[in-house]
């Protein structure tokens, strides 16, 4: 419980209701900032016709657009933890959507401008640390015994948002481009995200950051400043945040390697290994994408149960053996469709417990730091992978063995990497992580009504 006078006696109790809106505003916005995401990959031969790129020009634009959106993800968390989980939820989905609706027009002057404007839309990428950071802390802060029991399968229907939003951009892209063209795609695509930023200025703060906050200003009265008071990236790779940083960074930079290959260019591995019809290959993307939403409902009850950090890793670790199964086994569809689903379930369905794993193994001060580091660098991954296979393949060698080297195998990699990270116990609220990191500013734990 606070100290009486202390920062944290004054907050307001979190309710139930106050989560309820916080969760339903994180799927939202998540969704729709997956939606975006999804929607530049989708449309990027469309772009490059429309710009005058070829098929190596389009990749150049791709790889600069990710590693721009890098930058951008990273400079989220400072901001976070200077002005407030609230204000991020309303700057990263408010920013990819003006993004959204600027890429229609950045792609009309020229493809340098269309980097940069994409490149911003990192923000939407970033939303997710948001989530994590926002709900982990929130959650925690409301006295009530069942949220405690579920916090990790409640996350998880959020974190579903991403085979949602992919689902979305694939139905309505064919639906509205041969009506608005891909430019019309990108305006319709930033409205519903500016109607989620609107919603979310009427978020709480939470408890934590308001008595953050009031630490902060008091401190600053007989002008004391501290790493665990300002935050920052410095201070996420600082202390006890080192090891979590750098070991959960790694680990996601290497889940990258299969979610670019498996995920991202899916239907080129399923065209060049097994020989399946690009029809076909949709198809089972529909699927393994329904799959994977079931994945995330399952690893999050799994994680409340087990712990986070180990569901994460055995999760991984499974889904790198079964995708390198699918890889050498027959080219008989329903195989093929069984074990690509089910690499997808252990390969996507983690991120369930991973993004509010993130948010509970930091203390207060640089959660939000800290997530946007771990999130941030996850895309670097992915221009490895894409890299990596580019050189193979243009050394005369094979999808499948590219989609093994740079693929399965940093899977398998990302979950034993996950091992190395402190474990967290299920349902412990995020008072106890500032006390093992030595964070002497007041928490909260505010009952429900």
């Known amino acids: 419980m606070p100290k009486t006078g202390s920062p944290a006696a004054t907050a307001t109790p979190v309710t139930l209701r106050d989560v309820r809106y916080a969760t339903i505003i994180a799927f939202l916005a998540w969704t729709f900032a997956v939606y975006d995401f999804i929607l530049f990959g989708m449309l990027l031969p ?99 015994e069942k949220l405690a029991k579920r916090r990790g399968l409640v996350y998880s229907l959020v974190q579903g948002g991403w ?21 019309g795609c990108f305006v319709f695509a930033a409205i519903p995200s500016l109607i989620v930023a609107l919603a979310a200025t009427r978020l709480r703060e939470s408890p934590q950051f308001e008595a953050l906050r009031k630490a902060r200003a008091a401190r600053s009265t007989v002008k004391v400043e501290t790493a665990s008071t300002h935050g920052g990236l410095r201070a996420a790779l600082q202390g006890r945040a080192r090891r979590t940083s750098l070991v959960l960074g790694t680990s996601h930079i290497l889940n990258w390697f299969p979610t670019q290959v498996f995920s991202v260019l899916g239907t080129t591995i399923l065209v060049n290994v097994h020989g399946i019809s690009f029809g076909n290959s949709l198809v ?31 999760g991984w670790v ?31 369905g983690p991120y369930s417990c991973l993004l509010f794993f993130v948010g509970e193994s930091y203390d207060d001060a640089v959660r939000g730091s800290g997530a946007s580091f771990v999130t941030g660098i996850g895309p670097i991954g992915a221009v490895l992978a894409s890299a990596g296979a580019t050189a193979i393949l243009g050394a005369g060698g094979h999808w499948q063995i590219a989609a093994l080297i740079f693929g399965a195998i940093p899977c398998v990699l990302s979950g034993l990497m996950v091992l190395a990270s402190r474990d967290v ?25």
Not at 298 to 310: A, I, P, Q, T
Request: hydrophobic fraction near 50%; charged fraction near 10%.
């Open 46 to 144: 469309e772009i490059g016709k429309s710009v005058g790129l070829d098929e190596a020009g389009q990749a150049q634009m791709a790889t600069f657009v990710a590693l721009g959106s890098v930058v951008v993800a990273l400079g989220v968390g400072p901001i976070v933890d200077r002005f407030g989980r609230r204000f991020g939820m309303v700057f990263t989905v408010g920013g990819a959507g003006v993004a959204s609706a600027l890429t229609a027009l950045a792609g009309m002057i020229s493809p340098a401008l269309l980097v940069g404007i994409r490149s911003v839309s990192g923000l939407g990428y970033a939303e997710q640390g948001v989530n994590g950071t926002y709900l982990s802390e929130l959650y925690s802060s409301c006295d009530n």
């Open 163 to 183: 085979p949602i939003g992919a689902l979305l951009a694939a139905g309505l892209t064919a639906v509205l481009l041969p009506i608005i063209g891909w430019e």
């Open 284 to 314: 089972i993307l529909l699927l393994s994408n329904s799959v994977a939403y079931a994945g995330y409902l399952v690893h999050g009850f799994l994680g409340d149960r087990f712990g986070r950090r180990n569901v994460i890793a055995a």
């Open 318 to 348: 499974i889904g790198g053996l079964v995708l390198t199964a699918m890889l050498y086994g027959p080219s008989n569809v329903v195989i093929v469709v069984a074990m690509y689903s089910i690499g997808q379930f252990f390969l996507i």
């Open 425 to 449: 116990r299920p349902g412990r609220d995020t008072a106890s992580v500032a006390a093992d990191t030595g964070d002497t500013e007041d928490q909260v734990a505010c009952p429900a009504q």
